[in-house]
């Protein structure tokens, strides 16, 4: 049987949350996840797929990241302001 294969390209929006000391740090480390899965990853899909009856197999699949990181949120605190009344 001949199987045929597909490539489609679909649009994400991720929502990456760093622990770090400063907001430059976390920044640079977002790229780091946003990498293609790997073949450990792909094989679980289509284990996963396979065992609800979806006979279709992922080849390969990879991410591109269109732009900078976007700071959502924070609880970083401001600079420390002296007490009061010194």
Do not use: C, W
């Not at 929006?13 to 907001?23: G, I, L």
């Not at 284990?47 to 900078?68: H, K, L």
């Not at 959502?72 to 002296?82: D, I």
Request: proline fraction near 6%; aromatic fraction near 4%; avoid cysteine.
């Amino acid at each position: 049987m001949h199987l045929n294969e597909y490539v489609y390209e679909v649009k994400l929006r991720a929502v990456v949350r760093v622990r770090a000391a400063d907001e430059e740090v976390a920044r640079k480390v977002v790229p780091t996840v946003l990498g293609s899965p790997g073949t450990v990853e792909i094989e679980l899909a289509n284990q996963n797929n396979a065992s609800i009856g979806q006979t279709a197999t992922v080849t390969d699949v990879d991410f591109v990241q269109e732009n900078e990181a976007k700071l959502l949120k924070t609880n970083a605190a401001g600079p420390e302001e002296p007490p009061s009344g010194a």
